[in-house]
């Protein structure tokens, strides 16, 4: 029962905190690519929109760095021996996570947010950059914490524990490298359709202003062009990251297709009504051979089944199961993937639709495009669960078992917490929704044009650009 409700309230909080991660780091990215574009073309308008969709990004740092650090203590107090485990190697990515990445972040966000009127535009886009980059990084040191979990390297066991032996073997972790670049994608994903959404529902509000109207027209535009460009890459790398899960993690494959005995040119299930393991199916359709061209990009390709995995690793490993719960990795994939599908689908229609300055009137596009701001989500979420559920009953792949990992806290104190965390959580996210649809609503600010002065004149250059009190 303890061990159940520890990997409740991290799954909870884990999910929660990814929910806000994605929109920091994506919209990071796209606010710095807007004052760019305002700085190198003179241009007041992008100004606008970057101070503008900046908010959005700063309510979404604020909570999302609150909400993370509740993981780092849950490592100590519900999952202490997991901690004990991996200590050594952990504690390498993680102080460069905080040391680096935070340290970035932290520093020149307040430098955007205060230096606008105090520093030279070259210098204040810098700080934006630096701040982005920040995200990114602590993205990284963290994913790479995550792959060795997924695929240890660059250890040995020592008495009971993982020792580090190879510090860059864990950084260039195969595993943490397409990880990095799927979730860095997603990311800009998840904040390009969020952008897209707020831009198409303010083009057709202020439809009465046509300066306005004409700003968010250009913002859902530039949107549009990254979130579809943005979801084929997450695909592209998505399909690298499972030819390595048919490699390093052969049952999480398996568990995705519900593909009990191996087969050569492998059929990918799109969808199955009835039983998973076929042997009662009601209703399926199925691709012919597309389970072997992911797995290894071959038309006959043999993909190991959950039968043949399991009973190797009860060789490897012992007696016990080491099947997932087929059913939760099946639709987390299909979720993920299909919420995926739909998101090229809404960027190649919002791309094509918004040639006409005029788009945003069809009833079909705005909903398209605001329900849209969901399918990331979904899609992050889903992926982040088949991840971490189809390792199952792995915590660290063929070295510990999560039920190894848990600490022995009583249970009353679990479900306490796991309450707590639910009410805390419940307000954060209920706080950060009300203040991005306040940030949404909020009209864009009169800016004068941001124009550079000769080198040398930094005074006068600080002078011209407006301030700004976010």
Do not use: C
């Given at each position: 029962?303890?061990?159940?409700?520890?990997?409740?309230?991290?799954?909870?909080?884990?999910?929660?905190?990814?929910?806000?991660?994605?929109?920091?780091?994506?919209?990071?990215?796209?606010?710095?690519?807007?004052?760019?574009?305002?700085?190198?073309?003179?241009?007041?308008?992008?100004?606008?929109?970057?101070?503008?969709?900046?908010?959005m990004f700063l309510i979404n740092l604020a909570a999302g760095v609150v909400s993370g650090i509740v993981l780092e203590f849950e490592f100590g107090l519900n999952w202490s021996n997991y901690s004990a485990f991996v200590g050594n190697i952990f504690g390498a990515p993680l102080a460069l996570e905080a040391l680096i990445a935070f340290f970035l972040e932290s520093t020149f966000v307040g430098l955007w947010i205060f230096g606008r009127d105090r520093l030279s535009p070259r210098v204040h886009l810098a700080t934006i950059w630096a701040t982005s980059a920040g995200t990114i990084l602590s993205a990284y040191f963290i994913l790479v914490a995550n792959a060795w979990m997924q695929h240890p390297v660059g250890y040995k066991v020592e008495g009971g524990q993982a020792v580090l032996t190879d510090f860059w073997a864990v950084l260039g972790n195969s595993t943490a490298l397409w990880s990095f670049a799927h979730t860095?994608?997603?990311?800009?994903?998840?904040?390009?359709?969020?952008?897209?959404?707020?831009?198409?529902?303010?083009?057709?509000?202020?439809?009465?202003?046509?300066?306005?109207?004409?700003?968010?027209?250009?913002?859902?535009?530039?949107?549009?062009?990254?979130?579809?460009?943005?979801?084929?890459?997450?695909?592209?790398?998505?399909?690298?990251?499972?030819?390595?899960?048919?490699?390093?993690?052969?049952?999480?494959?398996?568990?995705?297709?519900?593909?009990?005995?191996t087969s050569s040119g492998a059929s990918f299930s799109i969808i199955t009504i009835g039983t998973l393991n076929g042997s009662k199916p009601v209703f399926q359709i199925r691709v012919p051979h597309l389970l072997s061209l992911i797995a290894d990009l071959s038309w006959d390709g043999q993909v190991q089944g959950i039968n043949q995995v399991q009973a190797a690793e009860a060789a490897k490993y012992g007696a016990g199961s080491y099947t997932p719960v087929t059913w939760v990795t099946y639709w987390s994939f299909r979720l993920m993937v299909g919420a995926g599908i739909a998101m090229i689908g809404l960027g190649a229609w919002a791309l094509w639709g918004l040639r006409r300055r005029r788009a945003w009137e069809s009833k079909w596009f705005r909903r398209a495009a605001t329900f849209g701001i969901a399918l990331p989500f979904l899609a992050n979420s889903t992926g982040w669960i088949f991840t971490e559920v189809g390792r199952q009953p792995w915590v660290v792949y063929g070295l510990l078992k999560t039920s190894q990992g848990v600490s022995a806290v009583p249970t009353a104190d679990v479900v306490f917490s796991l309450v707590m965390f639910v009410a805390v959580y419940a307000m954060i996210f209920s706080a950060d929704a009300l203040l991005m649809v306040r940030a949404a609503r909020r009209e864009l600010d009169d800016v004068a044009p941001v124009t550079p002065v000769p080198p040398g004149d930094a005074s006068d250059e600080a002078a011209r650009v407006p301030s700004l009190i976010y």
């Open positions: 029962m303890g061990l159940e409700l520890a990997r409740w309230q991290f799954a909870f909080v884990t999910i929660f905190h990814f929910f806000l991660v994605p929109v920091t780091i994506g919209l990071g990215l796209l606010v710095a690519v807007m004052q760019t574009l305002a700085y190198r073309r003179h241009d007041a308008g992008w100004d606008r929109l970057t101070r503008f969709f900046g908010r860095i994608l997603a990311a800009v994903s998840t904040g390009a359709a969020l952008m897209l959404g707020v831009s198409v529902w303010r083009a057709y509000r202020d439809r009465g202003n046509a300066e306005r109207s004409s700003l968010f027209h250009r913002a859902a535009r530039f949107a549009a062009a990254f979130t579809l460009v943005a979801v084929i890459l997450t695909a592209v790398s998505g399909d690298m990251q499972a030819r390595l899960m048919d490699t390093q993690q052969p049952m999480k494959m398996a568990s995705a297709e519900a593909l009990y005995n």
